[in-house]
């Protein structure tokens, strides 16, 4: 079974559905969300600072917040919109496969509203469910520069 191109568009689309358990189950159990603060020259999350490094149990938490009609970031509730260019396989086995994916992303909340640019980098891992992720990597063009409070996932 090789890995569905579409992988990253269906990712997307769950997050602009706001179906964030959904996305969630993507993760492995040993999955991490990754933002580097340098962008694609930062080679780990260790050695520098990054925008994000969540594992699995702080995205749930996240993703509980986001639910939360006490969270009061989210009234009015945020709201993405991811727009992909098809993803290229950089790496496939039998048991797991890098997808490099670049995007805009806008995230609206209220009056306002962000737009993001970059490229995703997916390591999934085949499972017994199915293809899983075991990072994803959001690479920001111009990383470093100032950036607005980001609610969502990009």
């Excluded at 090789?2 to 993507?26: G, I, M, Q």
């Excluded at 490099?100 to 469910?129: C, D, K, M, N, W």
Aim: aromatic letters at 8%.
């Amino acid at each position: 079974m090789t890995v569905p191109r579409d992988f990253a568009a269906h990712e997307a689309a769950l997050l602009d559905e706001r179906r964030f358990d959904d996305w969630l189950a993507l993760f492995a159990g040993d999955g991490h969300y990754w933002v580097p603060l340098l962008g694609a020259a930062q080679a780990d999350p260790f050695s520098h600072n990054s925008l994000a490094y969540e594992d699995r149990l702080l995205l749930q938490l996240r993703v509980e917040r986001l639910k939360s009609p006490r969270a009061h970031s989210q009234h009015p509730a945020s709201h993405s919109q991811h727009v992909l260019q098809p993803s290229r396989i950089e790496h496939e086995n039998a048991d797991e496969a890098r997808l490099r994916t670049p995007f805009l992303y806008v995230e609206a909340r209220g009056e306002s509203q962000i737009l993001l640019s970059g490229t995703a980098r997916h390591h999934l891992v085949r499972t017994p469910a199915g293809w899983r992720i075991r990072e994803k990597r959001i690479d920001l063009l111009n990383a470093t520069r100032a950036l607005p409070a980001i609610q969502l996932f990009i």
